[in-house]
């Protein structure tokens, strides 16, 4: 059995083609890259999608080295995302699955994350740290559902990053500007806030912005952004960890490139004896193999959307029953 999925909920638009084995056939992607100090304009990113839909699926295919007849079931990104973006792919994904008669599955965009991660890392019954733009979540599996132990409250932890970098007069992602910069840098005292298991970032990064416009150093502010906002997310697992018994944790997600992050996780996991996965850099951002594969498992396990529409902007992962873990 072979899949072919389509990711396409904010920056990226991805096509990836898994078979049964798991193996990752082709994973092509473009990414629309936001103005020099603006966020994404979705209508943009959307307009971006669509005219390298085509062009990104025939790579795909070329680079497996198959057609569309060789694929027998069709994965899309159906959310959480931006609607602009979820639309384009959720149409040309409906196009492609009418026009080859192909079965078409939409996928939750995080358990994509989740699932190329354990994909790719040999994870098994991991903590799952989810950092991406849109989402900053600590979860675990129980009883048939991914469950959030911890998310944000306001913005996610790559907003912390994005949002600093533009008051920097960097572009976005800002991240890896982010962290380059901080390899410079001397702590800075900014508010810590962790709430049970849960995170607020919002208060950090409006203090972190106050001190650069007073004339902090921006290499001070982005090593105490990183250690701060990192620190509170490493509690948090920890807790996530002594509360469920579970010994593994994965990072996902575009931020999990952080080597400080990285380093700071193996820190707490290796004190708890566990074992630390990072999910390899080619597959911690958005791209098409992680919808190809969650499509894939799903349809394979006889499983249904509970969606009402073809998309859902703010569908949450703790919605979807996982019949294959
Ligand atoms: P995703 O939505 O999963 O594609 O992740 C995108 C987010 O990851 C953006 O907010 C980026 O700024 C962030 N990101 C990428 N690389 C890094 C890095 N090295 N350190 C911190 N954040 C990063
Ligand atoms: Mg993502």
């Not at 959720?90 to 939750?108: G, M, Q, R």
């Not at 997600?253 to 004190?271: I, P, S, W, Y």
């Not at 799903?298 to 294959?324: T, V």
Request: with cysteine; aromatic share 8%; hydrophobic share 40%.
């Amino acid at each position: 059995m072979i899949s072919l999925g389509l990711e396409g909920t904010a920056h990226t638009f991805g096509c990836g083609i898994v078979n049964e084995k798991g193996e990752i056939l082709s994973n092509e992607k473009s990414s629309y890259i936001a103005p020099l100090g603006k966020g994404i304009i979705p209508t943009d990113a959307a307009e971006h999608h669509s005219k390298v839909k085509e062009e990104i699926l025939r790579r795909s295919l070329e680079k497996a080295d198959i057609t569309m007849r060789d694929i027998d079931v069709i994965a899309y990104s159906a959310g959480p995302g931006l609607a602009p973006c979820l639309l384009v792919t959720a149409n040309f994904a409906e196009k492609i699955s009418t026009d080859y008669n192909k079965p078409l599955v939409p996928v939750h965009h995080g358990v994509g994350h989740i699932e190329i991660g354990r994909l790719t890392t040999g994870a098994k019954d991991p903590i799952i740290v989810y950092l991406s733009g849109g989402h900053t979540a600590i979860i675990g599996y129980t009883e048939g559902y991914y469950k959030i132990f911890g998310e944000t409250e306001n913005i996610t932890l790559g907003n912390v990053v994005d949002m600093l970098a533009r008051e920097i007069g960097l572009s976005s992602p800002g991240g890896p500007y982010i962290e380059k910069l901080a390899l410079k840098g001397n702590f800075v005292e900014l508010p810590y806030t962790v709430k049970g298991c849960d995170l607020s970032f919002s208060g950090t990064l409006t203090a972190a912005i106050n001190k650069l416009k007073r004339g902090i150093p921006k290499e001070d502010i982005c090593y105490s952004v990183q250690e701060t906002c990192f620190s509170m997310v490493v509690e948090v697992t920890e807790r996530a960890l002594a509360h469920t018994g579970k010994n593994e944790v994965l990072l996902v997600g575009g931020v999990a490139a952080n080597k400080r992050l990285q380093n700071m996780f193996d820190v707490m996991v290796g004190e708890r004896g566990g074992k630390l996965y990072v999910v390899p850099h080619e597959y911690s951002g958005d791209q098409g193999a992680m919808i190809s594969w969650v499509g894939l498992l799903s349809y394979k396990s006889g499983w249904s959307s509970n969606l009402k529409d073809k998309i859902n902007p703010r569908w949450r992962i703790d919605e979807i029953k996982i019949n294959w873990f």
